[in-house]
T-cell receptor, first 113, second 111 residues
C-alpha cells in the first residue's frame, strides 16, 4: 500500500538555524499539505500546495516558512531561522484531489535547542 | 466553519464494541465527516469517511443520522492496539480540505 514518507524522523537544531523537512507524497497525489503538532496540543494546519503554488496557508505559516516541490517526488518545508517554539512534530499529507482523503506521513520530530 | 465536539476520553475493555459520538451542529451541505486515528508520535491515520446514513469498512462503521448534526464511529471488538486518539473532522466545504483537528477522544482499551 502506498504511503507518505518523511525524512528525517528526528531533527535536532540550534535556534536560528535553517532546517529542511522532506516528504515524499503518494505518487499519484496532486495536493500536498504540511501540518504540525506541538507536544500535547492539537494538529494544526500550516499550508496546502497544488500545481507548484501555495493554495492556502495559516497564520502560523509566516515568512520564516516556505515550501517547495523541487522535483517530481519530493515536497519540502523549510524553516529559515528556527525558534524554540518551532519544536513540534511536522506531518506531511497528500491527497489525490482537492476534496479527497488526506493521507499523512509518520512525521518529523523537530527539536530546537 | 463547522465545529466538532466529542468526548475527551473513553475507557473500554478488549473485545467490546466502542461507539464514539461527535456533534457538528453547523455542518454545511457540502461537508463530509472524516475520522482519523492517531497513536503517540505518529501521523493521523484515516479510518473512515461518510456523508450520510451508514458507511462500513474493514476497520469501523460510521453512522450519520438524517440531520447530519452528529456522527458515531463504531469500533467492533476493540483490542489493546486500538488505544489511540480518535478525531472527528468536518471538511471545510469545497476547495482545499484544510483539516481542522480538535482535541479528539482518547480511547484507552484495557485487558
Amino acid at each position: 500500500e502506498p504511503e507518505v514518507t518523511q525524512t528525517p524522523s528526528h531533527q535536532v537544531t540550534q535556534m536560528g538555524q535553517e532546517v529542511i523537512l522532506r516528504c515524499v507524497p503518494i505518487s499519484n497525489h496532486l495536493y500536498f499539505y504540511w501540518y504540525r503538532q506541538i507536544l500535547g496540543q492539537k494538529v494544526e494546519f500550516l499550508v496546502s500546495f497544488y500545481n507548484n503554488e501555495i493554495s492556502e496557508k495559516s497564520e502560523i505559516f509566516d515568512d520564516q516558512f516556505s515550501v517547495e516541490r523541487p522535483d517530481g517526488s519530493n515536497f519540502t518545508l523549510k524553516i529559515r531561522s528556527t525558534k524554540l517554539e518551532d519544536s513540534a512534530m511536522y506531518f506531511c499529507a497528500s491527497s489525490v484531489g482537492r476534496e479527497d482523503t488526506q493521507y499523512f506521513g509518520p512525521g518529523t520530530r523537530l527539536t530546537v535547542l | 466553519l463547522a465545529k466538532t465536539t466529542q468526548p475527551i476520553s473513553m475507557d473500554s475493555y478488549e473485545g467490546q464494541e466502542v461507539n464514539i459520538t461527535c456533534s457538528h451542529n453547523n455542518i454545511a451541505t457540502n461537508d463530509y465527516i472524516t475520522w482519523y486515528q492517531q497513536f503517540p508520535s505518529q501521523g493521523p491515520r484515516f479510518i473512515i469517511q461518510g456523508y450520510k446514513t451508514k458507511v462500513t469498512n474493514e476497520v469501523a462503521s460510521l453512522f450519520i443520522p438524517a440531520d447530519r448534526k452528529s456522527s458515531t464511529l463504531s469500533l467492533p471488538r476493540v483490542s489493546l492496539s486500538d488505544t489511540a486518539v480518535y478525531y472527528c473532522l468536518v471538511a471545510e466545504g469545497t476547495g482545499f480540505q484544510k483539516l481542522v483537528f480538535g482535541t479528539g477522544t482518547r480511547l484507552l482499551v484495557s485487558p
